[in-house]
């Protein structure tokens, strides 16, 4: 199986929100919309939750403007753990808000990539 890391280590096949959108459940989407308007800066619907993952065209409303993501963008990088500044401020930060995930097994993916990839 590939796997489907994120930028930031987050497991796309764990989030919620790539969950329902594979599943097309929009009642699931409604639900994590609720949940993360209360809990994290901005508005969100169903519509906004839909995400085919980090690296697609389709992400979630935060992904869009996730600094992490835009950062290993910008860098041409396929996430932080190959990234010369790993383990920096954009993505603690990023950890530091999270609700729903593991930061603890997002720096483990990114640790497996790291030790798979020398950093650039």
């Excluded at 699931?28 to 993360?36: N, T």
């Excluded at 690296?55 to 992904?63: I, K, T």
Aim: glycine content about 8%; overall charge negative; proline content about 4%.
């Amino acid at each position: 199986m590939t796997e489907n890391i994120a930028c930031c280590g987050l497991d796309c096949g764990k989030c919620r929100a790539y969950i329902a959108t594979r599943r097309n459940d929009w009642e699931m989407a409604g639900e994590i919309a609720k949940l993360w308007s209360s809990a994290i800066e901005g508005t969100y619907t169903a519509d906004d939750i839909w995400c085919d993952g980090c690296h697609s065209d389709r992400l979630h409303g935060f992904c869009v403007r996730c600094p992490p993501r835009l950062c290993a963008k910008d860098k041409g990088l396929a996430n932080c753990g190959v990234c010369g500044d790993y383990l920096c401020g954009k993505l603690e930060a990023l950890y530091d808000f999270w609700i729903e995930s593991s930061p603890a097994e997002a720096r483990a993916n990114l640790e497996r990539v790291r030790a798979r990839t020398p950093p650039s």
